[in-house]
């Protein structure tokens, strides 16, 4: 049925919420099935760090926000850190479902449109990808043909395959760059008969530790991003 | 007719596009008629600034699926002269948004993300065009509410004599929401969403031989139709 634009989803860094993987496919499967190993939070182990954060009184229920009732994001990581490492890390949204309606002669079929924005802190590089899983079976697994707008597009922040970047970067750093990213997207229908489809939205990323030049005391690492998703659902004709 | 989420704009810190105001209420006006003064484009005056940015290949050269992949990362802006405890306010409007009598309902979502050094305030209002000025919208939808964003102590600047690591301006602040544009059965009405900042540039400690402004945002607004 249809329904205007409506907030979906906020989600956000934080040692409850993110699965962690051997790699990216790994961590969006745990990610999307909500089983695996979790990500753990982490301080701000460098006083340094930029911080995602609200606005200090985008607070419920004064703030007029639909997501002014969510804390703030959490540093995370998967410990114990060391140099030169790569992590991959997942979070999943809730699952949506899109049928259709059949009238002879006429199917209508529900269109599940979603705006996403991503803002991203990484110390020090990332990737990034936001992939439409669809539960097949008893589990969710990878749309074969991602939508139009998702693309299976990496997004590249600093050079997360090239960890030896750490030892001649000089101030600014990568890690201070807070990377935003949005696109919209629509939800595959659910044809050709209407048997309803379910979907979940996952996020995920490779966080790479870059090699800390001698000098430098410590090499913290850490990673954080708040991500909020709109949905509306309207109807087209099959 | 009833269309899916659709990109709207992307509006973005640099001086071809923000207004500057007495206060953030003239800024926005300025904003929204394309009148008053511009701001400037300043360089990255800390080099401890965080930035706001696009990834790094969100580029059409490398095949990014973002709307906005061909606009350029935002520039830090400040209303120069920069001094300590400074008061200064900003503004940019969107596009016009039309609603016509064959497509009354529009849903906006507004996607807000700001770096100031050292407070800000910021606040997204809609503006209609009434004769031929846009003013700000007397009753704000439902999910703008008149209401003004706070991030440190912008009505405070002495917090800089104070303030230790890990500073305010460090914090960049993320916020979203929605509404819905008022509708007039039968009636074409044209509106302009409106972002307006006021920043402060705290009082530095005595240890401090300089003390940089700026601001800096993206914000990414999408329109629905159903």
């Not at chain 1, 044809?191 to 410590?218: D, W």
């Not at chain 2, 948004?97 to 997204?124: G, H, K, W």
């Not at chain 2, 440190?152 to 500073?167: F, Q």
């Amino acid at each position: 049925m249809l329904h205007p634009m409506a907030p979906f989803q906020r989600l956000i860094s934080n040692g409850g919420t993110v699965f962690v993987g051997v790699d990216r496919e790994e961590a969006e499967i745990y990610a999307a099935n909500g089983t695996g190993g979790m990500a753990s939070a982490v301080t701000m182990l460098s006083l340094d760090w930029p911080a995602l954060k609200k606005y200090d009184n985008d607070l419920s229920p004064a703030s007029p926000s639909p997501f002014s009732g969510d804390a703030n994001p959490e540093y995370i990581w998967q410990p114990p850190i060391s140099d030169g490492q790569t992590r991959a890390f997942a979070i999943a949204s809730n699952s949506f479902t899109v049928t259709g309606l059949f009238i002879p002669p006429i199917t209508t079929f529900e269109r599940a449109t979603f705006s996403v924005c991503l803002s991203a802190f990484s110390d020090n590089a990332m990737t990034a990808k936001i992939t439409l899983y669809e539960q097949v079976g008893g589990s969710y697994v990878k749309v074969p043909a991602q939508p139009a707008g998702l693309g299976d597009f990496i997004l590249v922040a600093g050079t997360p395959n090239t960890s030896s970047t750490g030892l001649t970067e000089t101030i600014p750093y990568n890690w201070q760059d807070i990377r935003v990213y949005s696109t919209s997207f629509t939800a595959p229908l659910a044809v050709p008969t209407g048997a309803p489809r379910t979907f979940k939205v996952v996020i995920s990323f490779m966080a790479t530790n870059y090699l800390p030049i001698a000098p430098v005391p410590g090499n913290p690492a850490g990673l954080q991003f708040i991500a909020d998703l709109y949905q509306e659902v309207d109807e087209v004709i099959g | 007719m009833i269309v899916p989420i659709t990109p709207f704009d992307r509006l973005v810190s640099n001086s071809s596009i923000i207004s500057v105001g007495i206060d953030r209420d003239a800024a926005a006006m300025n904003a929204a008629n394309t009148t008053g003064g511009v701001t400037n484009d300043i360089t990255r005056l800390s080099l401890k600034w965080p930035s706001v940015r696009k990834y790094d290949n969100d580029k059409l050269a490398f095949g990014s699926p973002s709307p906005f992949a061909s606009i350029s990362n935002p520039e830090y802006v400040w209303s120069t002269p920069i001094s300590n405890g400074q008061f200064t306010s900003y503004a940019v409007a969107s596009k016009i948004v039309t609603t016509s009598p064959e497509d009354p309902r529009i849903s906006m979502n507004v996607n807000l993300v700001a770096f100031a050094d050292n407070a800000m305030t910021a606040q997204i209002s809609l503006f209609e065009e009434t004769g031929s000025m846009y003013t700000k919208v007397a009753v704000q939808p439902t999910g703008l509410d008149n209401f003004i964003l706070i991030a440190g102590t912008p009505n405070d600047p002495t917090t800089g004599l104070t303030e230790g690591l890990p500073y305010n301006w460090q914090d960049v602040r993320v916020y979203s929401t929605f509404f819905q544009v008022p509708v007039t059965p039968a009636v074409t009405r044209n509106f302009k969403i409106v972002i307006s900042f006021g920043a402060t540039n705290y009082l530095p400690s005595n240890l401090i031989e300089e003390n940089p402004a700026g601001l800096q945002f993206i914000a990414d607004i999408y329109a629905g139709r159903v």
